[in-house]
């Protein structure tokens, strides 16, 4: 079975020179030999509902402020592919270079050959477009990254040697500044001002070709991608593909709202769905570049996860919705502040949390130091909670261990044992117990032996008894549960 991949849209070595290998396919007549229409013929018009959008205008005046970035750099290399014994198209190509030891050093080849590692220069394309009409562009960080020297292309052909101002790969952005003036430059919008159906245009330069025009539909606000990153995505229907990276998203009034930033795919080009940076995103990581060169963000201390309808249920939501805590760091700001596990943030700054990323991105977004105002839903009913707002996330750490086995809660098909306060220091929690035989209604819920079920139903759980008592006629359980160095509620559905 295919995986799908999220694929980076930086164009590689090579690969716009392999587009000669092709061609690019006419079909039909031409116009000057189409069959001519005869007199007597009648042609049935259309009348359509709504006229299809003109993109001209907003291309001609942006199209100069959109610029194509070319990037070389080195890659360590084995020396060549016949030194290593097989072609560098082989399957086999990486595994042999394993071979090889760090620059400058000699290796045993597969062969028995001693055989010396070389830089190899690589070359890439992406797109990027100019914020001030001193020379400030911005891009994505994965166009840039890594690279020994950034060249920046106008339309009007002029080429400046551009300097990297910073680098966020958290958010994948990069800031460039080129020297010129009197530049063109774009109008910004605002992202969340977007609507889902609305016409977006991207201007970009896909496998080399400068200031080429795709169009489409925003598909979808706020979206997750799995690969970890706390950016709030716009999805869209936009064509991009390799070399678009870093250009922009333009809606109808002629403002970027997004930066063209990677594409869902099984074959690595584009296959309908694409993604775009917020521009407020991008414009709070490009303002912290220029000013102090590295970037700052805010953090609260604690575990979320989404609210569905069965935790809904379980706290006695009337719908399901915000972010729901699942762990708090130990002196971090939520703690400080008294949040605890169970409570559901519904709004920051009076701001309505959807889903758990609405919560991350609006969280990491601010600076540290800085006061937020949450309100949360605890023991069935809304509260204000006031926290300062941190900077550096800490890593922890989590352990459980065995005794002796007390059967409790049948109907939630567990085996569980208190915890010794050994154990409770060495996995970091107070109370709780620990599965060690899992079946039934829990099993199928994901519970697994070794999990440390911390509360039910945002209830903090001290003892087997306490777990077996909950379970008395109950309908649906949340259990927050403790695996490794995760902590997660879990919905159980007692029948």
Known sequence: MKQKLIVKSLAAAGLVTALGLGGINHYGPSAAHARPVEAAQTVPTATPSAALPDFAQLVEKNGPAVVNISVTGNMKTAASGPDIGVSPDDPMYE?????????????????????????????????????????????????????????????????????????????????????????????????????????????????????????????????????????????????????????PLFNMKGEVIGINSQIYSRSGGYQGVSFAIPIETAVNVKDQLVQTGKVQRGRLGIAIQEVNQ??????????????????????????????????????????????SLDLTSRVGSMKPGATAKLEVWRDGKPQQIVVKVGETPAAKTAAAAPEKADLSGSRLGVAVRNLSPDEQKQAQVQGGVVVEQVAGAAEKAGIRAGDIILAVNGRQLKSAEELKAATKGAKTMALLVKREDASIYVPVELG
Do not use: C
């Open 310 to 355: 069965s935790l809904a249920g379980s706290f006695g939501l009337p719908k399901a919705g915000g972010a729901l805590v699942a762990s708090v760091e130990n002196g971090s700001p939520a703690a400080k502040a008294g949040l605890k596990s169970g409570d559901v943030v519904l709004k920051i700054d009076g701001a309505e949390i959807g889903n």
């Open 95 to 247: 595994f042999f270079k394993r071979f090889m030891g760090p620059q400058g050093r000699m290796q045993p080849g597969p062969q028995g050959r001693m055989q010396p590692q070389q830089q190899e220069p690589t070359h890439g394309i992406g797109s990027g477009f100019i914020v001030s009409a001193d020379g400030l562009v911005m891009t994505n960080a994965h166009v840039v990254q890594n690279a020994a020297e950034v060249t920046v292309k106008l339309t009007d052909r002029r080429e400046y040697r551009a300097k990297v101002i910073g680098v966020d790969p958290q958010t994948d952005i990069a800031v460039l500044k080129i020297d010129a003036k009197d530049l063109p430059t774009v109008r910004l919008g605002r992202a969340n001002d977007a609507r889902v159906g609305e016409w977006v245009v991207a201007i970009g330069s896909p496998f080399g070709f400068e200031n080429s025009v795709t169009s489409g539909i925003v598909s979808a606000k706020s979206r997750a991608l799995p690969d970890g990153s706390y950016v709030p995505f716009l999805q869209t229907d936009v064509a991009v593909n390799p070399g678009n990276s870093g250009g």
